[in-house]
C-alpha cells in the first residue's frame, strides 16, 4: 500500500471557527495511521515483541494529558501519535553498539495538530505527512529482525 500526500504541512491563524476543521484532520489522521500501522502488529509479534500505538492529546504550557477527552483548544495543545516496541509489558530496549547496552528504545513519536502562539498571534499546524511513520516502522522491524530474537 502507498500513501502518497500533497498536502503535507498546513498552517492557519487561529479562531474558534475552525475547531471543527482540526477535529476533522485529527479523526482523519487517525484514521490513516492506524491503517498503516495495523499491518505491521503482527510483523513485529512474529519477533516476540509487540508494537504499541496511541493518540492522546497534550498541553505543553499546562502540562496536562488526556487519551479520551480532547483538551482546550489553546497555545501548547498538541494531538500527538506513538509508536513504541515493548516487550513482556515494558519497552523493549536493546544494546545498539553504543556501548550503552540496554539503553536504546525503539520509539517514534509526530504531532498530528498543535497550537502555538507567536507574537500576538495563535498558530494551527496540521501535519498530513505520514511517510516518516512508515519509515521509522520499517527501521524499527529491520532492527527487530537484526536482533534475531526468536532463537
Known amino acids: 500500500m ?5 498536502v503535507i504541512l498546513m498552517e492557519y491563524i487561529y479562531k474558534p471557527a ?3 476543521l482540526i477535529i476533522q484532520h485529527e479523526e482523519k489522521m487517525k484514521s490513516i495511521c492506524r491503517s498503516i ?3 505491521y502488529v503482527d510483523k513485529f509479534a512474529g519477533y516476540g515483541v509487540e508494537l504499541v500505538y496511541s493518540f492522546f492529546w497534550y498541553n505543553s504550557i499546562k502540562k496536562e494529558s488526556s487519551t479520551d477527552k480532547r483538551l482546550p483548544f489553546r497555545s501548547g495543545y498538541d494531538y500527538i501519535f506513538t509508536a513504541e516496541i515493548d516487550k ?3 519497552i523493549f530496549r ?7 547496552e540496554g539503553y ?3 520509539l517514534y513519536s509526530c504531532n498530528i495538530s498543535s497550537i502555538s502562539r507567536l507574537l500576538f498571534v495563535l498558530n494551527v499546524t496540521l501535519v498530513d505527512d505520514t511517510s516518516d511513520i512508515i519509515e521509522e516502522l520499517d ?4 532492527i ?4 534475531n530474537l526468536n532463537k
Open 94 to 100: 536493546y544494546d545498539d553498539g553504543s556501548g550503552e
Open 144 to 147: 527487530v529482525k537484526s536482533l
Open 88 to 90: 513482556d509489558g515494558e
Open 104 to 106: 536504546a528504545v525503539l
Open 139 to 142: 527501521d524499527m522491524l529491520k
Open 37 to 39: 500501522i495495523e499491518p
Open 18 to 20: 475552525i475547531d471543527e
Open 2 to 6: 502507498v500513501y502518497l500526500w500533497e
